[in-house]
């Protein structure tokens, strides 16, 4: 028994996670009769969405990133059409396994910043559901192995099934909102990482001297933040960290710069505490300690960042400036750079 006709999924992806949860939502779907449309939001205008059909359940799926949903779901929702349907919100987050315990990410602000969006055009929220999948960002933490990916997919894999039967049968479950007091804690964290995080980790990427320019990484990018730079691939401030292009290369050559990001901070804070900046700060400014200064401080830091990521990028032509780049990079080594696929989805 089913309450609706019909399930539209708009769905963000980046190694395939969220992707998963569509399907296996799909799958329930189609065990119901129910007529099922996938949208993959990286591959379509996303401006020019026409409204939800009456009686058509619509569900968001997108994977958590500086805990709150990615700018391109963002945008994407507050573009979305108005309406008067029911919404399911879910999201992908880092999940990681201690023996057989699943240790949950965080949320942060996403279910009630994006439930805010869509209650003001008009809609429902029927749920908030997080799904903890392996998580993909080999930037900041070691990769998982097979066993840990192949465990955590199995779990959650029933846990949406579950999940998917009661809503569309009518039911709603917002466990999202357990996690309130936790949410609420790094919801700065959240703000930072919109307003300025993002832009330092899409100038992390480099393509070593193993990039054969076969162009995947930029065909592939969902928002096309790759483009061709001195021959090589070249990542602007438009990227989401999504990791796609890390994952899917096939020569492995793209890796995260740690080594260059730690000579740049150093670099950032000898000039950052220099006499020419603390005068300009004082003169024109006097306001380093207030929002205004954060601002401008940070525009200041991008910048700088920016120059620094085409001066690498320029400079890794030699040999010994990216042999330098590549082995101070954690992901080159084994024990941290396992690439991360989402297992493919075997249905029912």
């Known amino acids: 028994m089913t309450a609706y006709q019909k399930l539209v999924v708009y769905y963000f992806s980046g190694t395939g996670n969220s992707e998963n ?21 990286g591959k379509i205008a996303r401006r020019e969405i026409e409204p939800p059909e009456l009686e058509t359940l619509v569900a968001f799926v997108s ?19 108005k309406g008067h349907n029911k919404v399911l919100l879910l999201n992908t987050r880092a999940g990681m396994l201690i023996g057989k315990w699943i240790t949950p990410g965080l949320t942060g602000i996403a279910f009630y910043f994006s439930a805010l969006i869509l209650k003001l055009k008009g809609y429902s929220i029927q749920s908030m559901f997080p799904v903890d999948l392996p998580s993909n960002w080999i930037s900041v933490h070691p990769g998982l192995n097979e066993r840990t990916v192949k465990y955590l997919h199995e779990r959650n894999q029933e846990k949406v099934y579950r999940f998917a039967r009661n809503v569309l049968s009518g039911g709603s479950d917002y466990r999202g909102l357990y996690e309130i007091i936790q949410d609420t804690l790094v919801a700065p964290i959240s703000l930072g990482y919109y307003f300025m ?68 901070s150093l670099l950032f804070s000898l000039l950052l505490s220099g006499l020419f900046y603390t005068y300009f700060a004082e003169l024109f400014f006097d306001i380093e300690r ?14 700088i960042l920016a120059v ?39 249905g029912k």
Do not use: Q
């Open 308 to 346: 620094w990521y085409r001066i690498m990028h320029f400079a890794m032509r030699f040999k010994f400036v990216e042999r330098i780049i590549v082995y101070t990079s954690l992901t080159k080594y084994k024990f941290w750079g396992r690439r991360y696929k989402a297992l493919k989805n075997t």
């Open 63 to 81: 994977p958590i990133h500086g805990f709150n949903y990615p700018p391109v779901m963002l945008n994407f929702l507050f573009h979305f059409p």
């Open 197 to 264: 995080g993002r832009f330092l980790f899409a100038k992390t990427y480099y393509a070593s001297a193993d990039c054969d320019n076969c162009n995947l990484c930029i065909k592939a990018c969902p928002v096309k933040a790759i483009k061709k730079v001195d021959n090589r691939p070249f990542w602007t401030f438009n990227c989401e960290s999504c990791m796609r292009c890390m994952s899917n290369c096939p020569k492995r050559a793209i890796e995260t710069g740690h080594g260059f990001i730690l000579m740049f």
């Open 21 to 41: 949860v569509a399907k296996w939502m799909a799958d329930i779907a189609i065990e119901k009769g129910m007529e099922v449309s996938l949208i993959n939001i």
């Open 290 to 303: 207030t929002f205004t200064g954060f601002v401008l401080n940070s525009a200041f830091f991008l910048g």
